[in-house]
C-alpha cells in the first residue's frame, strides 16, 4: 500500500524547510531518496525538481521512501497535518481564550502569513493572551491592592487625568488627534517618566508613539478610528517590530536554538518564553516568562488539533 507523507503549510516555499517541519530529515541525501520514490531518479537538487516536491507535499501526495530517514528527536512529533486556516480555525473554536480569541485568531493569521512557524505563533499568540486587546489603554484602576500600581500610572491619573479619560476604554472610543497631543506631552518631558500602555501587546513609552502614528495614517488623519483600522495597524506595528532590527534576532535566534524542532511543544514553550524576556519585557518578567511558555505550549497543541 502506498503511504504519503502529510501535507505541509500552503505558504512553505522550500522542501527542506517544509520535511523539517514535519519532522523527517531533510538533507540531500534523503531528499536524493524521497526523489526517487517520487517519480525522480536523477535528483540532484535544481529547482524545478524541488518544487515538484514540494507542491506534492502541499497536497499530502508525497509518496514516503522506505530508505528514507525521519528525525528521531522526541520533541519532533508533530505532523503539520493541519493547514494554517485550521490552525486558527481550532483556535476560534476553543473555550480556552475568552476575550482575547479574536485578537489571537487575527495575528495568528497574519503571523502565518508571512512565514512564520507554528510553535514560534504559538509563543506570540500566548503572550497577547496575557497582555492586551485591540485599541485597549491599561487600566489604572487597581481597586484591589492600590498599592501595585505602577508609579507611571500614578503620574498619568495625577497630571492627566487619564484614569477619567483613558484607563481601560478603547482608542475607538476616543480622539485620535487628542491622543497624539497627550503623547508628544509625556514625551517632551521623560523626566516625570509617565506612560501607558496600548493595544494588544500593550506597547509603552517610544513604542506607544510609533502606534498612534499608524493609528492615524489607518484612519487617514481623522480624529476617530475603526476598529478595523485598527486591527490593521496593530497588526501592521507587530510586523514592523519582528522584522526591526531591535528584535529580528528573537526569531532568528529562536529558529537555530530549536534546531530540527520547531515543530513541537518544547520550541512553543522557548518562543512564549523568549517573546516575553525580549519583544513583551512585562514586569517580573522572569515569573511571566515561564507562565507564558506554558500557554504557548497550550495554545500549540490547540492549533494542532490535539
Known sequence: MTTYYPSCGQNETSISDAL???GVDSSKANRKKIAEMNGFPNYVGLEDENIA?????????LIKSKGASSNTNSNANFSMNQSNSEMTNNISKSDQFDAKTNAMVIIGNILFNNGYEPAFVAGILANIYHEGNFGFF????????????????KIMDEKYDYANKYSGKCVTEVN???LKILYDKIKNNKSEKAGFGLGIIQWTYDRTGTLIDLYLE????????????????????????LRSNQYKSIYDNWKINNGNNLLSENAAYDAGAQICLKYE?????????KKRGNTAKKVFNIMMGN
Do not use: H, R, W
Open 176 to 178: 485620535l488627534k487628542d
Open 53 to 61: 516536491l514540494l507542491n506534492l507535499l502541499k497536497k499530502g501526495k
Open 281 to 289: 519585557v512585562p514586569f517580573d518578567k522572569e515569573n511571566q516568562a
Open 138 to 153: 491599561e487600566s489604572s484602576k487597581y481597586v484591589k491592592n492600590p498599592a501595585a500600581k505602577p508609579n507611571y500610572l
Open 218 to 241: 489607518e484612519a487617514n488623519g481623522a480624529e476617530k478610528i475603526t476598529i478595523n483600522q485598527v486591527i490593521s495597524a496593530e497588526g501592521k506595528m507587530v510586523m514592523k517590530e
Open 20 to 22: 523539517s517541519k514535519i
